[in-house]
């Protein structure tokens, strides 16, 4: 299990890039093709570099593509040129003003560039024009939309507004551990501390190793003065960072303090990263017997007992 300890722009960043291509999936597939073509042969340039000079030479052979000004926009994000990626995407709305890839690309590079009103302006109107369509919640180009807003909102002390749009790209998909944990955060700013630590707790079930997450359950939990839950999070983050001893005694101590089966299912885990597979099968039992229908525990004790 790899830590989830990617920085929070950078995660922000590739999320945003992905979907502000996503409607030129062929066309990205057609560049990342080439360079597979010409990498042995150009050993030294980088995937990005490769994706840009090509996006680069296709608007240049036709400037009024917006696919390729859309994909040339979408590879200069990769390489964290903002200013140019956002004039490519100018220069498709000033053609169409409802070109969707455009209006979520130039929020993109706008909120990178801290232009964070215009980068909103740019992300309602995809919520305009999405708000009668069919399908809505599903549409995972607006789980996006909904995160950016939610996290700039969050960013400027908006948390209403911020919880409203974490909450719409979480009916999109209710397991984006980055959405609740920014939920989490506007939830906690909120002052309701209990529905924070749920949504802390939530992102931490779909990513066990998510320490953004358990740094804001622990200010969430020691905001409210819950000792157990302010542990728990403090030795899932040992757990995370590879500090197993650690965690094992933390986890230890209080798993028999709560009602709740995360801290036994912590402690399962750190146990089988540990290769103690006996203990940890111990653990997952233990948080079965404490919630029966904890589904992530039960399947470890189905997996393990199996392997024995």
Do not use: C
């Amino acid at each position: 299990m790899g830590t989830y300890v990617q920085s929070a722009a950078d995660r922000w960043l590739q999320r945003a890039i992905i979907v502000a291509a996503a409607v030129l999936a062929l066309a990205v597939l057609g560049l990342a093709g080439l360079y597979v073509r010409e990498r042995v042969t150009q050993p030294t340039t980088s995937l990005a570099d490769r994706r840009v000079e090509q996006a680069k030479a296709a608007v240049r052979s036709d400037p009024n593509n917006a696919d390729a000004r859309v994909t040339l926009g979408s590879a200069l994000l990769t390489k964290r040129m903002y200013r140019e990626a956002l004039e490519q995407f100018q220069e498709i709305l000033r053609a169409n003003e409802w070109h969707q890839a455009a209006l979520i690309g130039a929020g993109v590079a706008s909120a990178r560039l801290r232009q964070d009103d215009q980068a909103v302006q740019y992300f309602q109107k995809v919520v305009e024009i999405n708000q009668d369509k069919d399908f809505v919640d599903v549409d995972r180009r607006l789980n996006a939309v909904y995160y950016e807003l939610g996290r700039i909102y969050l960013a400027k002390g908006q948390m209403d507004e911020a919880v409203d749009s974490l909450q719409k790209a979480l009916r999109i998909d209710r397991t984006d551990a980055d959405v609740l944990m920014l939920l989490g955060q506007a939830l906690t700013g909120q002052g309701n501390l209990d529905e924070a630590m749920y949504a802390y707790r939530s992102a931490a079930a779909f990513v066990p190793d998510f320490v953004d997450a358990y740094q804001g359950l622990i200010t969430a939990a020691e905001k409210k003065g819950d000792a157990d839950w302010a542990a728990y999070g403090k030795a899932m983050i040992a757990f995370s960072t590879g500090k197993y001893d650690e965690a094992i005694r933390g986890l230890e101590a209080i798993v028999s303090n709560m009602d709740q089966p995360d801290a036994a299912t912590g402690l399962g885990l750190t146990y089988e990263a540990k290769g103690d597979k006996a203990k940890a099968l111990e653990a997952y039992q233990k948080a079965v017997s404490i919630d029966p229908d904890a589904r992530f525990a039960k399947n470890k004790v189905t997996q393990l007992s199996v392997a024995q």
